[in-house]
């Protein structure tokens, strides 16, 4: 049997009528090389921005179950307007809404999760030696509602019908080359990996490397899909994220990593009594509030009293101080948004012990004061004041030795800036 | 069991966040009043034609199946932000897909007929007290793809969804007060009719009267559902169209329609041969051209060569041109943009003879020639020099005494200019 590839193209990618044809192009090269091909789109650029405003101008506080409407609409014309590119050079191609393509979901509107992929009628289709296209970002509910998956869904998408066809890869297509060892705005001489494992994708895009979905590198690991993440513009390979057994090397430290987009909130006078952490996060849970760290002082004999810091996403900061004065029970609740989070990530990291302490003195070097720390076996984390947040991430990238070998600085991988 | 309405709010209706808020209080009212409310919307304002714009980009020819996925977009759109405006109202909404509404239809994209119409989830949706929003324009085919209806085509959802439903009265809110027994704009005291006939309303839409889509109007009158047609703009009562029986009076002229979006076709030289008339028309119907009023001269003992003239929309004119030319059996193939009709319509005619004489008159006294002739039991049109249209629509108004009367002249049918 041929080959099966999922290819998924971004907003930016499919922006405009020109756009379009280019994706429609790679799209019939790949079927012309005898491949089965499934592509999965995104909305044109800022057409989910433009429909978000549409409803906010009707209403404070959209409907969820409308707001899925709306905003599907957007993936189905970039398939349409794709498939009408596929037909004209020639080759025949069928789009599918995320119902059509048999995306089931649960029923949690605006983030609703793929529960199972009934990809018979794609199946049909490639039988039938067509092109599929298929909408990103949304799924039907099993209450039979139009529902989506949350910011970036179409990665997502993408993923699951790739393992729904046990595709042989899932290329996802955006505006770099591949994934980077830091950020080559921040670190110029900033390396593209080859190769990247799961483990070390999840946390390097829980960190702040924003390539990639979180819930979609998730999904390719729990279903063993290879992803193959490359620029739309050029051919040229990009960076394959794979299971930790097909990655050749296992680096001490693979990718420095930041993130601006936090706010850290201060809870004071928490009181003392067994459970309250306990009731703050899952009212925090429930408002639906991602809280990434977390830090508490232990009252000290009855003489202060404790005190809990948390970050979570800047968006979710009203959210979150909304729903900590409800509870009313604290002295005071206090937030700074002028923090940053720098992040070491390596497989490597669990077999050698010492890169936290490489991690604070390189920091300390430089004078940076760390505010919060977080570990996971392949990951550091140290929350900092925003303003040292690219010295921060060049000292370590210089100090983990990640920068562009002289003999790799003139080949295919070089940085390039997105 | 309270009454069921069927609400239709064409583009212009729902073109702005305004406008959109406007019918959701209008859908509203009358679910307080205690009927179950089902809306359908069409697309707003522009964005039917900027995504027939986006098509062309791509492609000269884009794909019918594809045009209706990207043009079945707009209607959700509305839907799905009307629905948000009810909810902001305190009233419980959902929007439909035409495929949620079990809108069925054959699968001749672009122009699909319906087929049927499985109103479960909609009926579910009422008895829940929710007030339905469906897309119009749009439904399933019996291949599962997503199909249109065709310019108008929400008219023709709406009267289908109150026919399956068993719907009181299907509402069409445009921005007319309702019907007019000649346009106002040419005529200042053109009168709203009260009350219209399928059978009459058929033959004014048929010759230019755009009101209502054709066959919602014949879709209505199969399935016995009174069309009430009204203005989005006020609560005043606007022309009821309902059965012949329902009718409380049979004008023996009822209204004066024009049309100016004709053009006529001449073929000289048609081959003296039987079948030659078939075989063009087998052709025209092929390329999908509306044929409307078709004349022959018999050829005389061979002196002169059979002439064939007819007409067709003009958006159809270079269709039937290059059709002909293709057969090229003939010696020319002539067109004639500055033509106009106008038509006399009531079903008093039947029983009536002498209306035809009277409209030739009219017109012969208005020194206005006439081109073609066409009539059927209760209509009869005429082809004329386009720039005649006004003086012939003015003079037949008059000549029939359908002006308003005095003592209507300052009640709440006052003529407005749409």
Known sequence: MSETIVMKFGGTSVADGERIKNAARRIVAAHEK????????????KTTDQLVAAANEISDRPDPREMDMLLST???????????????????AI??????????????????????????RIEEA???????????????????????????GSDTTAVAVAAALKADVCE???????????????????????????????????????????????YARNHGVPIHCRS??????????????????????TAVTHATDEARVT??????????AGEIFTKLAEANINVDMILQNEPEGGEHPAELSFTVPRDDLTGALDT???????????????????????????????????????????????????????????????????????????????GVAVEDATGDFRPVAP
């Open 267 to 276: 809870v004071r006078g928490v009181p003392d009594r067994p459970g309250v």
């Open 34 to 45: 005898g491949a089965r091909v499934v592509a999965v789109l995104s909305a044109q650029g």
């Open 324 to 402: 900590l004065n409800a509870i009313d029970e604290f002295d005071a609740v206090e937030s700074n948004t002028e923090i940053g989070k720098v992040s070491v990530i390596g497989a490597g990291m669990r077999s050698h012990p010492g890169v936290a302490a490489k991690v604070f003195t390189v920091l300390g070097e430089q004078g940076i004061n760390l505010e919060m720390i977080s570990t996971s076996p392949i990951k550091i984390s140290c929350v900092i004041a925003a303003d040292r947040v690219p010295d921060a991430v060049k000292a370590l990238h210089e100090a983990f030795d990640l």
């Open 126 to 152: 490639l039988n039938e030696d067509k092109i599929v296209l298929v909408a990103g970002f949304q799924g039907v509910s099993t209450n039979r509602d139009v529902t989506t998956l949350g910011r970036g």
């Open 172 to 218: 996802i297509y955006t505006d770099v080359d591949g994934v980077f060892n830091a950020d080559p705005r921040i670190v110029p001489n900033a390396r593209m990996l080859p190769m990247v494992s799961f483990e070390e994708m999840l946390e390097m895009s829980a960190s702040g490397a924003g390539v990639l979905q979180l819930r979609s590198i998730e």
């Open 74 to 92: 957007g993936e189905r014309i970039s398939c349409a307007l794709a498939a009408m590119a596929i037909h004209d050079m020639g080759q025949q």
């Open 232 to 253: 739309s513009f050029h051919d040229r390979t990009g960076t394959l994220v794979v299971s930790e057994e097909q990655t050749l090397e296992h680096a001490l430290v």
């Open 95 to 120: 789009s599918l809404t995320g119902s059509q393509a048999g995306i089931l979901t649960d029923t949690s509107h605006t983030k609703a999760r793929i529960v199972e992929v009934r990809a018979d």
